[in-house]
Structures are given as structure tokens and as C-alpha cells.
């Protein structure tokens, strides 16, 4: 392989790489986001569950939701 070559492979290389660290970083971003959103349910909904498909309240002894039968978390 000529010089020319092995620096394209090397710049092709290093666009990959930067490509993929953006990627990394734009996902944690959106996690992070994710995580820190405000929990839409009021204070009144203690003591209940709510369906993570529907959004359904169900009593807390519920292990299904009543509404769309999906089960519920803890």
C-alpha cells in the first residue's frame, strides 16, 4: 500500500471513531433527559398503581391493570 492510501484508511478510520463517540454522547444525553423528567402523576395517586401502558389507576393490591389487563409493577 502506497501513502496515500494508509491515510485515507487512517482519516476513514478516524471519522468512524468521532461518528461513534457522537452517537455515545447524544444517547446518554437523551437517558439523561429521560431521567430527570418530573413524574406526571399528582400526590392523590398514593396508594395506588398506575399502568405503565395505559396510565390507568389501579388500587395497589392490584397485580393487573383493570383497564388493559397489562401487569403492574411491584
Known sequence: MDQGTLLLLVVGAAIVGLAAVILMLRRERHERD????ENPFGVSTEGEKICPKCGGQ???TEATC???KTPLRG
Open 34 to 37: 429521560d431521567a430527570e423528567r
Open 58 to 60: 389501579n388500587l395497589w
Open 66 to 68: 383493570i383497564y388493559c
